[in-house]
């Protein structure tokens, strides 16, 4: 058995350092999907963009799906065959999405890559945690790691963006197969052959309502990605899917309950108001995360950039990011109230959002959008810290990894392309309200050639829609806030209740003492 971590005796601890790094930072950058290059492999495979979507929400379900087995995988395997077995893994996974002109093998092979490269990123979370917290302090944890794998994303975004633009698509494919046998021979050479526990075997585990919780997530996703495509709830496709991820999840939920071993605690989620509630929050933020589409829209197709500027400008949010990390360390050090922390994010993406329905216009300079981006990543780095920090408040970490997955899989695929859904049904109808507003006007007008206005025409209607979908964002502060600021967080006094209710039967309350419990 072993406490000192997966490397050798004979490695020295700054060459541990130094290979954690090594490790940590490729395998939190390899994705079935590069936002950078969605368009690209969309084109190249000659394929709807919704394919390409799906296959990048599928990475995410198949991280959520591994997080439920990781304990009970670090129990069977050694830390050395985690990591240099799923590397191997990801390498041809990553090769094989490089070489094929199939889309419905870039889905699946995103979603094994996001299953096989969770393993080993939490066999080198687990001594990053104690080398950043050796007390164990959850909020001192978060405050640094959140901030360093958002900075991670960006940065790779960025790097695979130049890489796209100078090369070709399947480019960051075949660097990632590299890198990832680089991992894999790095692995033989310094991790030692001893185990985490006695080992545990497999057939213990619930692999049908494994399976049952992929599929579920899987039909979710094909409903909430197509949906606009297929024309909203008018489709079959679309009221199929959904039905039978609904139906898949309920067998999931029932067939746990009657499991001993429970892989995925469903009644937590019930139970603890922290968890649920931080649920919710998570649905709110994904509304804010998915307004991204109508920066997206603004900056191609009305000013006309390209990936790789796009890329550039999403580098500004990392000082946003760094900042919400330095102000949650301070605030979870001197116990800061938590709901204060958590309104001052939705703030900034308030803030971000005000500002971006104050900037568009159909010309400006980039540098004006420096500031929306820096506010983007403080509110996008204080909520994921926040959030995490607060759904895991009391929680062991058996019955945090029970519900871990769901977490994930909310906080990344269901809550954005939920919040998507309702971003793109808005846009889409504010648009066509913009093109029939602009064509009463066009009727006072003789023109000899309409077909030369209406690119204008598009561009004008595309800006007035943006204009009213990031107007009535700003808007939603107002409820998100009283929601936020009213919530008791864990802490609710209820001998403030009981008083309360002695007032309003007229009963009197002298003698009585206000605790001052209520956060």
Not at 228 to 248: A, E, V
Not at 483 to 502: A, C, D, S
Request: net charge positive; aromatic share 16%; hydrophobic share 55%.
């Amino acid at each position: 058995m072993y406490n000192q971590g997966p490397f050798a005796d004979w490695v020295p601890k700054p060459l541990m350092l130094l290979l954690i790094i090594i490790f940590l930072f490729p395998l939190l950058a390899v994705m079935g999907v590069y936002s950078s290059n969605t368009t690209d492999i969309a084109g190249a495979l000659a394929t709807y963009s919704e394919y390409i979507s799906l296959a990048n929400n599928a990475t995410t379900i198949g991280m959520a799906i591994a997080v439920t087995i990781a304990l009970r995988i670090k129990m069977y395997f050694r830390s050395k065959e985690i990591i240099a077995g799923s590397a191997i893994v990801l390498a041809f996974l990553s090769y094989m999405i490089g070489v094929t002109d199939n889309p419905l093998v870039v889905v699946a092979g995103s979603f094994f890559i996001g299953f096989f490269k969770m393993f080993p990123i939490i066999e080198m979370i687990l001594p990053v945690m104690f080398i950043l917290s050796p007390s164990g302090d959850k909020g001192r944890f978060y405050a640094i790691f959140y901030p360093l794998s958002i900075c991670i994303g960006q940065l790779s975004s960025y790097l695979m963006s130049d890489l796209i633009f100078n090369s070709n698509w399947q480019a960051p494919y075949f660097i990632m197969s590299i890198l990832m046998l680089v991992i894999a021979a790095l692995s033989l050479i310094f991790q030692h052959n001893q185990r985490f526990c006695f080992k545990m075997p497999l057939y213990q585990i619930d692999w049908l309502s494994l399976g049952l919780l992929a599929v579920s997530a899987m039909a979710f996703n094909v409903g909430l990605t197509f949906m606009r495509q297929q024309g909203w709830f008018s489709s079959p496709l679309i009221m199929g899917s959904l039905l039978m991820g609904i139906l898949f999840l309920l067998a999931t939920i029932l067939r746990q309950k009657t499991r001993k071993r429970k892989l995925i605690k469903f009644d937590f989620i019930v139970k603890r108001v922290n968890i649920w509630h931080s649920l919710i929050l998570l649905m709110i933020l994904g509304v804010f995360l998915a307004s991204s589409s109508i920066f997206i829209q603004y900056t191609v197709g009305v000013l006309g950039y390209n990936n790789l500027i796009n890329s550039k400008l999403n580098l500004w949010m990392l000082p946003g990011i760094v900042i919400a990390g330095v102000y949650a360390f301070y605030s979870f050090k001197n116990k800061w109230n938590l709901r204060y922390f958590l309104a001052s994010g939705f703030v900034a993406f308030f803030l971000h959002t005000l500002m971006l329905y104050l900037l568009i216009q159909p010309q400006m300079n980039i540098e004006y959008l420096y500031i929306p981006m820096v506010l983007k990543g403080l509110g996008m780095g204080i909520l994921f810290i926040g959030i995490w920090f607060y759904a895991s408040l009391n929680l062991e970490m058996n019955d945090l990894l029970g519900i871990i997955g769901i977490l994930l899989m909310v906080r990344t695929f269901v809550a954005t392309a939920f919040g998507g859904a309702i971003i793109g049904w808005a846009t889409y109808q504010s648009q066509w309200q913009s093109l029939n507003d602009i064509s009463m006007y066009l009727d006072l007008g003789d023109f000899t050639n309409g077909m030369s206005i209406y690119g204008t025409v598009q561009i004008n209607a595309m800006l007035a829609s943006l204009k009213i979908v990031l107007g009535s964002l700003c808007w939603l502060i107002i409820p998100i806030l009283t929601f936020v600021l009213t919530h008791h967080y864990g802490q609710f006094n209820y001998r403030r209740l009981i008083l309360f209710r002695k007032v309003i039967k007229g009963n009197s309350i002298k003698g009585y003492k206000f605790s001052n419990q209520l956060t």
